[in-house]
């Protein structure tokens, strides 16, 4: 369909500071101004009261863990006694029905969030994983309607991931884990720039499951095959310790001997990086998914985001797994992000609109959808429009930056993914929240009955 979008308080575009309407034609923003003429063949939404946001890009996240939420076992551990305790605990029980009802979840609170674009790492593979468990994932990203890239996790060994360690699966062999990528890149991926969907090779951890010659081999698959690549790294102290025991050398050096660094990469967490690792990253291109809210959850850190940025490291925001950050809102990062930097570095920290550039086109040029992340004329139709006529934000004087600077509860009225309308008056199009919450809890039901 065709849609104006008229009368919103303001427009978050680079090409219009004061415009209030935006047309969408054909999955593109087609115009950007004020008091746009009405043509027949338009769907018209009224933006009155709400401010149009980019669409938000979470490049990192856990959709598995949407049925994990404040699991009692691990609610005061930090992470390593955490994946015991929580993720790795429940992984082998999951069949691809909970896995369905598990990102259908996610992805609702995503989109309830503000996000139109989400990367999920998932990592739920051993010798044995049946496929349905992966494509449970991509139905549930298509039937959504949200544009989607699927980070491919594995784990060669067990080594010292302390999740994996006493669980009794069979790893994968480096030949199955290429024969499962290159079946589901044939099936899913697309290398466009507004692709709604694509693949990522994505180790579940690079110092702790993954040798050499696996990195090297998988690294060299995905550059044969023009996919991004993404990990986990540096998120606690113990990944520095490990490369150092294990390697002889810092992670970001053993990232770097085995082709890891680059601007087709990026690492979530990255909160133990010092001047030595931040250098690297930034003369290599390689970018950061800053998860701010799981890492204060876990007692992880705090990563060195300022000067990641004033390097010209590539910056994005991520919401991670729901087991570690329970509201699943990317709109609580965009707002951790804001306050947490400014906690220890002073006002002049983070500026509110830098942070959205980070949660919107800074999540899309790490994803490498260039024709995504901003609203500009001719690019994908991929935006939010946030209900600020309430009570809270009434107040506020800088209303395009409210919803980020007041937080949690401001509701997404309106959103659009590539020009589909998939959030109608608050409601995600096409779900029936009773029957979600009642999937949700029997599968959970399920779960339990394991432990």
């Not at 950061?288 to 004033?310: K, Y």
């Not at 980070?358 to 024709?371: M, V």
Request: with cysteine.
């Amino acid at each position: 369909m065709n849609y104006l979008i008229r009368n919103a308080v303001g427009v978050v575009s680079p090409a219009s500071l004061n415009a209030t309407d935006i047309r969408i034609r054909a999955g593109k923003i087609a115009d950007i101004g004020c008091q746009l003429d009405i043509r027949p063949d338009e769907t018209v939404i009224d933006g009155r009261g709400c401010v149009v946001w980019p669409g938000l890009v979470s490049t990192h996240h856990h959709l598995a863990q949407s049925l994990l939420k404040g699991v009692p076992a691990g609610i005061n551990e930090p992470l390593g006694e955490w994946l015991k305790a929580v993720p790795w605990r429940f992984w082998p029980h999951f069949t691809p029905t909970m896995m369905y009802h598990a990102a259908r979840l996610g992805l609702y609170e995503m989109l309830l969030s503000g996000v139109t674009t989400c990367a999920d790492h998932h990592y739920l593979y051993h010798r044995d994983t049946s496929p349905e468990l992966e494509e449970a994932v991509w139905q549930a990203a298509e039937e959504i309607g949200i544009r989607f890239a699927l980070c491919r996790g594995f784990a060669i060994e067990a080594g010292s991931h302390k999740g994996m360690q006493g669980l009794h699966v069979e790893p994968e062999s480096i030949e199955l884990v290429i024969d499962r990528l290159e079946a589901t890149r044939k099936r899913h991926h697309d290398p466009a720039s507004d692709a709604m969907a694509r693949l990522v090779v994505a180790p579940t951890s690079l110092v702790h499951s993954s040798g050499p010659e696996a990195l090297r081999i998988l690294s060299d698959y995905a550059r044969g095959n023009g996919l991004r690549r993404h990990s986990h790294l540096l998120e606690v102290g113990f990944d520095e310790q490990q490369a150092q025991a294990k390697y002889g050398m810092p992670a970001i050096d053993y990232a770097a001997s085995n082709g890891w660094l680059g601007n087709d990469i990026w690492f979530a967490h990255l909160v133990h990086s010092d001047r030595h690792t931040i250098n690297q990253l930034a003369a290599s291109g390689t970018g950061i998914g800053h998860c701010p809210t799981s890492n204060c959850r876990l007692g992880s850190g705090i990563a060195p985001l300022r000067a990641m940025a004033d390097a010209g490291v590539p910056i994005s925001l991520g919401v991670d797994g729901s087991a570690s950050s329970e509201s699943a809102s990317m709109l609580q990062e965009l707002n951790m992000c804001w306050l947490i930097h400014r906690a220890i570095g002073g006002p002049q920290a983070t500026r509110a609109e830098e942070v959205l550039g980070w949660g919107s086109a800074g999540g899309a040029s790490i994803l490498g959808l260039e024709n995504v992340g901003t609203l500009e004329v001719g690019k994908a139709a991929d935006m939010v429009l946030f209900d600020i006529d309430t009570p809270r934000h009434s107040a506020v004087h800088t209303p395009l930056m409210a919803p980020l600077m007041c937080g949690e509860p401001t509701t997404v009225k309106h959103s659009f993914v590539n020009g589909r309308q998939v959030v109608a008056d608050g409601n995600v199009v096409g779900v029936d929240d009773e029957r979600l919450i009642h999937e949700v809890k029997e599968s959970i039901a399920l779960l339990l009955k394991h432990q």
